[in-house]
C-alpha cells in the first residue's frame, strides 16, 4: 500500500479530538455524584451543606443567624412554584423574610403566594407588586421595585424555580462571616418535569453547564455567578450602586457578581447544590431557552464562546474514530499507525469518560439507563446551537426583548475572561 502523509488537517483534527476527551475526562472527575439509591442519601447528595453549625467557629455560626431577606422575582406559575417556595418557609434560620415580586397585578404566581401566606401565616412573607419598569431587563426591574421592602442586613436572590433544603439559608450566610467575601452563589441540579424535552433540557444543565463550571472552578476561576443563589450583605449591594447598576444587562447575575468582584471581595462557590425545574414542553422552547443561555456567554465573552466546541464530546467522539479508522486504511507506516492509535485511544478514553459523566449526574440506576440514548442527541443539539448562538442581536426571556449588545459593551469595558470562565457566565433565571 502506497504511503501517503498525514495531512495537516488531520493532526489538527487529531489535536481537537484529544483535547476534547480530556475535557470529557475532566468534566467527568471534576462533578460530584447527583444522587444516590436511598432517598436521605439522594437528599444529601442534591444539597451537601457548605458550612454545618458544628464545623463554624462562633463568629460564622452567630452571622449564620443574623436576619435575612430572600428576594424572589416571579412571573407566571411555574408548575411547581408553590412546592418550590415551600422550601424556602421549611427553613431552620431563625430570621428571615421572604419578599416575592411580580410586574403585574394580573400574574397567576399571585395566587400561588396568597395560598403560601395562608399555610404559613407566621411567616414574614411579603408580596410586592409593582408595574414600573426600569430598563430593558425586567427581572432586574422587579427586584429593584422589591429591594426596597428588604430589611435585613443579608440579601439572598435565588431564581423562582429553585427547591432547598432546610440547612440553605445556615448555609450560605455563613461565608459572608468574612469580610473578604462579597457574593455566595451555589450551583443546581436540574429536574426534567412534564416528558421529553424536559429531560434533554435538564442534561444540557446536568451534563454540560454543571461539569463545565466544576472543570473552571477546580482550575481556579471564580469569575461566576447563578440566579439559583446569590447571597451578599446589604451594604456589599449598596456599594456597587445596588441593582439599578444592572437595569440594563443580559446577564445579571454574572454581573452582579462581577461588580462585587471589582471591589475587591471574592465569590464562593458553596457546595450545596439546589434543584431547578426544566418545564419546556416542546423542541422550539427548549431550543429558544438553550440557544438564549450561549447566546448570553457569547455577550460576556466572544472570543471564548468560540472555544466551547470542544465541551461537546460526541461529535468529537465520531470524528475521532472515522480519524482512526482512515489513518488505518491509509497506509501501514509508523507515523500512520502511531497517529490512528492515538485517535482511537482517545476517542475510547473520551466514550469512557462521556459515560462517567452520565452515570455520576444520573440519580438512580434507571435514569442512567433511560436517558442513555439521549446522550448522543443532547452533545449533537448543543454543537448545532452553538452555531446558531454565533447569530443573533437579542434574546427572548419571559416574552420580552433583550438586546445582546449591552452585555457585550460592557465585558469589553471590564476586560476579557479566559475560555472556562465563560462557561459559567449563562443566565439561569
Known sequence: M?????????????????IASLYALLAAVAMPFFGSRSGAASRAAYFPAHVSPTHVSQPQHRFARVGVSVLKPLCGAEPRLYDNLRTFCDQHHEHFQLVLGVSSPDDPAIAVVRRLQAAYPLHDIELAIDTRVHGSNLKVSNLINMAARARHDVIVIADSDIAVEADYLDSVAAPLADPRVGVVTC???ARGIGGFWPRVGALFINEWFAPSVRVAHAAGSRRFGFGATLALRRATLERIGGFEALKNCLADDYWLAEHVRALGLQTVLSRVMVATDVIEPTFAALWQRETR???????????GFAFLFIT?????????????????????????????????????????????????????????????????LRDALLALQWCAAVFGSHVTWRGARVPVQTSTSKAARNGALNVMDVMEASDGG
Open 2 to 18: 502506497a504511503a501517503h502523509p498525514v495531512t495537516a488537517c488531520q493532526w489538527v483534527l487529531l489535536a481537537v479530538c484529544s
Open 312 to 376: 461537546f464530546p460526541t461529535p468529537w467522539l465520531v470524528a475521532g474514530a472515522w480519524l482512526s479508522a482512515g489513518l488505518a486504511a491509509t497506509s501501514s507506516d509508523a507515523v500512520h499507525t502511531w497517529a490512528a492509535f492515538t485517535s482511537a485511544s482517545g476517542a475510547a478514553a473520551g466514550l469512557a469518560a462521556r459515560l462517567l459523566m452520565h452515570l455520576r449526574s444520573a440519580r438512580r440506576e434507571r435514569t442512567f439507563w433511560r436517558d442513555l440514548p439521549l446522550v448522543p
Open 187 to 189: 450551583l443546581y441540579v
Open 293 to 303: 443561555w450561549l447566546r448570553t456567554i457569547r455577550s460576556v465573552n466572544a472570543p
